[in-house]
T-cell receptor
Framework: KQEVTQIPAALSVPEGENLVLNCSFT??????LQWFRQDPGKGLTSLLL?????REQTSGRLNASLDKSSGRSTLYIAASQPGDSATYLC???????????FGKGTRLSVIA | GAGVSQSPSNKVTEKGKDVELRCDPI?????LYWYRQSLGQGLEFLIY????????KSGLPSDRFSAERTGGSVSTLTIQRTQQEDSAVYLC???????????FGEGSWLTVV
């Protein structure tokens, strides 16, 4: 059974810092991996999707990497801003016709 | 609308009552998912639909839970004889096809008293 773990569970950083969020998964034979953002009381917003054949994806100040062999992904946020404060969730899909399996998320606070 | 729409946004119900939660996916999206998020917990998969294929119901926690998707579009999640442990946010999501980027609705917050 695929399990997804996110460390740390919570993180507080001063504005302007670069930071890394970690995600690990137990079954390396994944189809894709997605990073989401969830603001309090809201649904999830997709940030980046990495296909199994890819090593990384970038969007603005966000960069996600994937190392399937070690079962790890990282989300790098450059020059963090208070507006980045949210919970970040990692999710993996084992095949094209299986549902996403989510980690419990990392709650990020960026302090002005 | 442009996004996934869910209703009601909030529902308070008495224990033992039935509830229906509705999801209107993004137009043209063939895949539709239901997840549940309890306080302090991760997202728990419930069920997904892909086109005209039989749905994957493997995540439904009990036979009190059921879902249908009519005409390949709108979906309804029904919880019968609600229990207090059913209190959670029920999130619906859709994607153009399985394996693609998934778009979530704002969720239906269910409280069973």
């Amino acid at each position: 059974k695929q399990e997804v773990t996110q460390i740390p569970a919570a993180l507080s950083v001063p504005e302007g810092e670069n930071l890394v969020l970690n995600c690990s998964f137990t079954d390396s034979a994944i189809y894709n991996l997605q990073w989401f953002r969830q603001d309090p009381g809201k649904g999830l917003t997709s940030l980046l999707l990495i296909q199994s054949s890819q090593r990384e994806q970038t969007s603005g100040r966000l960069n996600a990497s994937l190392d399937k062999s070690s079962g790890r992904s990282t989300l790098y946020i450059a020059a963090s801003q208070p507006g980045d404060s949210a919970t970040y969730l990692c999710a993996v899909m084992l095949s094209g016709n299986t549902p996403l399996v989510f980690g419990k998320g990392t709650r990020l606070s960026v302090i002005a | 609308g442009a996004g996934v729409s869910q209703s009601p946004s909030n529902k308070v119900t008495e224990k033992g009552k039935d509830v229906e939660l509705r999801c209107d996916p993004i137009s043209g999206h063939t895949a539709l998912y239901w997840y549940r998020q309890s306080l302090g917990q991760g997202l728990e998969f419930l069920i997904y639909f892909q086109g005209n294929s039989a749905p994957d119901k493997s995540g439904l926690p009990s036979d009190r839970f059921s879902a249908e998707r009519t005409g390949g579009s709108v979906s309804t999640l029904t919880i019968q004889r609600t229990q207090q442990e059913d209190s959670a946010v029920y999130l619906c999501a859709s994607s153009p096809w399985l394996g693609n980027t998934i778009y979530f609705g704002e969720g239906s917050w269910l409280t069973v008293v």
